[in-house]
């Protein structure tokens, strides 16, 4: 007769009732196989919003004029944003957790505030590790499974505070978990479910999957990028900003408040489930693309 198949809940169960845990152990053990569900339901449950944004996307639309305007009918090139390796970066990578990323300008080189975590400074980049728990061996196969989940869901999930000098570029790749960063000279994220939330940021390159994005943004020179599949998108353009925008969304709405002066220069084009928009602010020597598939892009335009 072949034995039964565990799966991890049994065997942490088989480890408590066999008196190789405590409680407590097999709590924590139970919590963070429970953290790791939550999040991979969360990246299978944005995989399929991608994937039928898209199906929708490749859908016949019902125009609202016969003849679409030149603006609808041509693609976009694709902008290039290139890293800026002139720049002193952190490049942070987490599997679940909130991130919080602020400038303290007493800093010469970046400090983790709260979370288990250290960085490693290579070059102008400083990298971050996330801490592990540790892993013993004790020859028991059940006992050395939990002290390895332990450790894994230990080392990529969790909360983090990060502070960073002045002038310094951030780098994120989060799978789940909200994102808050105030005052880096260029963000580059890769986000597959959460919120971002970046204030006065001086250059964006930004691809999302799900979740809101709310960012204020300094834009005077090079190429810039916000794409995201399903959310809302609010931009705040300050002062000083020198730009040319121009955004589309799929499915949903898009509202640009402006003064009158860059009002002069919009061009939209509307359709029956989506449209598109360009705008010129100041000189415009910056380019802004936003891409959004389903949800609703809101522009404002701070006066000089």
Same mark, same amino acid.
């Given at each position: ?32 196989? !429970?953290?790791?569900? /939550? %999040?991979? *339901?969360?990246?299978?449950? @944005? &995989?399929? =919003? ?116 002045? !002038?310094?570029?951030? /780098? %994120?790749? *989060?799978?789940?978990?909200? @994102? &808050?960063? =105030? ?122």
């Amino acid at each position: 007769m072949s034995e039964p198949i565990f799966n991890h809940r049994d065997r942490v169960m088989a480890m408590l009732e066999e008196g190789k845990i405590s409680r407590e152990q097999a709590d924590q053990l139970l919590e963070a196989l !429970g953290d790791a569900d /939550e %999040v991979e *339901s969360t990246m299978k449950a @944005v &995989d399929e =919003e991608i994937k039928e944004t898209a199906a929708r996307a490749q859908e016949p639309q019902s125009v609202a004029s016969s003849e679409p305007s030149q603006a609808k009918t041509e693609k976009r090139a694709e902008p290039k944003v290139e890293r800026n390796n002139d720049l002193n970066w952190v490049v942070i990578e987490m599997l679940a957790g909130d991130l919080n990323v602020k400038v303290d300008a007493s800093l010469s080189e970046p400090k983790v505030l709260d979370g288990k975590a250290s960085l490693e400074k290579k070059g102008n980049t400083y990298v971050l590790h996330r801490g592990k728990a540790k892993v013993s061996h004790s020859g028991d196969p059940l006992k050395d499974f939990g002290n390895m989940v332990a450790g894994f869901i230990g080392g990529l999930h969790g909360d983090l505070e990060i502070a960073i000098p002045e !002038g310094f570029g951030v /780098e %994120v790749s *989060s799978k789940a978990g909200d @994102v &808050d960063i =105030e005052g880096a000279v260029f963000l580059k994220a890769n986000l597959l479910a959460g919120d971002l939330d970046a204030k006065d940021i001086a250059g964006i390159d930004l691809q999302m999957a799900a979740g809101d994005v709310d960012v204020s943004l300094k834009l005077t020179t090079g190429s810039h990028k916000i794409k995201l599949a399903a959310g809302d998108v609010d931009i705040h353009l300050l002062r000083g900003s020198s730009v040319q925008v121009e955004g589309s969304v799929s499915m949903g709405d898009f509202k640009i408040h402006a003064p009158q002066s860059i009002e002069e220069s919009l061009e939209i084009n509307n359709s029956m489930m989506g449209g598109d928009f360009k705008a010129t602010l100041g000189g415009g020597e910056a380019h802004l693309e936003v891409e959004l598939s389903t949800g609703d892009i809101e522009v404002k335009v701070e006066n000089d």
